[in-house]
């Protein structure tokens, strides 16, 4: 039987293989081009990516040593090595750090993956093997497309990172969309909205008000979105540009439009 956790970890492997595989024939302009991320060149988004990984193993490491993870002195020690980097380094030691991590992950046999508990100091308990891996593959696949985007405008999220996604942040990571989302945008408005995603084919309830959460799927929705889900994954990390919104995303009532979504998911 294939589990979440199980998908989740083939597509770290999955990312991994092509991000290299794409960074590897980047030359010095090309690493400093600026990215979809904000304010970060390409070069800046891999080495964000080489350090995470890097922090990401340390943790794994002591989740399964039975220890406490590295605390924020670490972390910060990693970025500024990192940071202190030449491009070219940052591109280099990325691939390195991340099949690290992936190995790791790739290398915890079933019934770990089932109980192992990672201590992460910004979560209120010890989180399972699922989400934490799920939250890498959020940053991973999406911090890809930002890398992409950068040389191909109709640049989509990996096919098996969305299908994973798409159930990870209607489960175990539920809570992101309400820490990315600010129900500021709609001037108090509210709103239920009934997704509906393609490949995969989910059915999702989202609500907008106070706070913006997943919930149970109205019977009478205020609003309908339509969209294939690699396109609602960028619009829920605020990577749908109008530019880069494909003529399948629609939008049917009028209590929000897509503009408005936007706002309401304006990434980070």
Avoid: C
Wanted: glycine residues 8%; negative net charge.
């Amino acid at each position: 039987m294939t589990t979440l956790a199980d998908r989740t970890i083939a597509a770290l492997r999955t990312n991994h293989d092509r991000l290299t595989a794409f960074a590897a024939g980047l030359d010095g302009a090309g690493l400093a081009r600026p990215s979809g991320a904000s304010e970060w060149t390409v070069a800046q988004v891999l080495s964000h990516l080489g350090s995470g990984a890097e922090i990401g193993l340390a943790t794994l490491r002591a989740a399964l040593a039975g220890d406490d993870a590295p605390g924020q002195e670490f972390n910060e020690s990693v970025w500024s090595r990192w940071n202190a980097k030449v491009p070219r380094e940052q591109a280099a030691d990325f691939p390195v750090a991340d099949a690290e991590l992936v190995a790791a992950y790739e290398g915890l046999d079933a019934g770990t993956r089932e109980r192992l508990k990672i201590k992460m100091g910004f979560l209120p308990a010890p989180a399972d093997v699922t989400l934490v891996a799920g939250m890498r593959l959020n940053e991973a696949a999406l911090h890809a497309w930002d890398v992409e985007v950068a040389f191909d405008p109709r640049a989509t999220l990996a096919p098996d990172a969305v299908e994973a996604l798409t159930d990870l942040h209607a489960g175990p990571l539920d809570f992101l969309v309400g820490f990315i989302g600010k129900p500021d945008a709609l001037d108090r408005r509210q709103a239920t909205l009934r997704v509906e995603t393609s490949e995969p084919e989910r059915v999702l309830g989202l609500t907008l008000g106070e706070t913006v959460g997943f919930s149970q799927v109205a019977e009478q929705p205020d609003i309908v979105l339509s969209a294939p889900a690699e396109a609602w994954l960028r619009l829920i990390s605020g990577r749908l540009a109008a530019e880069r919104t494909p003529a399948s995303v629609t939008v049917t009532g009028d209590a929000v439009t897509l503009d408005d979504l936007r706002r309401v998911f304006p990434g980070m």
